[in-house]
T-cell receptor, first 113, second 117 residues
Framework: DQQVKQNSPSLSVQEGRISILNCDYT??????FLWYKKYPAEGPTFLIS?????DKNEDGRFTVFLNKSAKHLSLHIVPSQPGDSAVYFC????????????FGQGTILTVHP | GAVVSQHPSWVICKSGTSVKIECRSL??????MFWYRQFPKQSLMLMAT?????????EQGVEKDKFLINHASLTLSTLTVTSAHPEDSSFYIC?????????????FGPGTRLTVL
């Protein structure tokens, strides 16, 4: 039972343009969401998070949007840079998994120069 | 930022041997550490939650006698894969939470690649 889903396995974007990564969840008890960036053979690096009391959180080039009614969140990267190329995971916490993270499958982002 | 280290970064062992992986929080105290494994092209799967000074809580389907977890101090947790077999080959990653709040961000170590021959 995949409670957190990233339906796009990959995304290709031109440098300078916007990258939008999407994530859907099924557990309505989730109330805290995070995005991580991961390079091969390395651990995930925290990017940005959002709690369910907000619908938007911004940090530099990264903005996360949360639509609770649709159980959907997205990560916007503007402008995209070649160094952003990596695997992006969304993760959720809450309900019976309070304090533990449930990860999506990841989306491979490639930013072309 | 919060830094988490893991040692070793990679290990190759023979089937039947045991392997210990260390996870350290370098610049903060971690009351809770987590152990994940990742198979190629798959997501991170939580194995167990480790609280300092108490027994680890294992996720469903994870054998606690096979994956021994010790969290003896606020900066160190260890995962021992006992009697390792080729199917245990995987990428093992630990994370640490910066405080006791469940909403605090988890910071991840660089991972350990285990290959069992």
């Amino acid at each position: 039972d995949q409670q957190v889903k990233q339906n796009s396995p990959s995304l290709s974007v031109q440098e300078g343009r916007i990258s939008i990564l999407n994530c859907d969840y099924t557990n309505s008890m989730f109330d805290y969401f995070l995005w991580y960036k991961k390079y091969p053979a390395e651990g995930p690096t925290f990017l940005i998070s959002i709690s369910s009391i907000k619908d938007k959180n911004e940090d530099g080039r990264f903005t996360v949007f949360l639509n609770k009614s649709a159980k959907h969140l997205s990560l916007h990267i503007v402008p995209s840079q070649p160094g952003d190329s990596a695997v992006y995971f969304c993760a959720a916490s809450g309900g019976t998994s309070y304090g533990k993270l449930t990860f999506g499958q990841g989306t491979i982002l490639t930013v072309h120069p | 930022g919060a830094v988490v280290s893991q040692h070793p970064s990679w290990v190759i062992c023979k089937s039947g041997t045991s392997v210990k992986i260390e996870c350290r929080s370098l610049d903060f105290q971690a009351t809770t550490m987590f152990w994940y494994r990742q198979f190629p092209k798959q997501s991170l799967m939580l194995m167990a939650t480790s609280n300092e000074g108490s027994k680890a809580t294992y996720e469903q389907g994870v054998e606690k006698d096979k994956f021994l977890i010790n969290h003896a101090s606020l900066t160190l947790s260890t995962l021992t894969v006992t009697s390792a077999h080729p199917e245990d080959s995987s990428f093992y990653i630990c994370s640490a939470r910066t405080s006791g709040s469940v909403l605090d961000t988890q910071y991840f170590g660089p991972g350990t690649r285990l290959t069992v021959l």
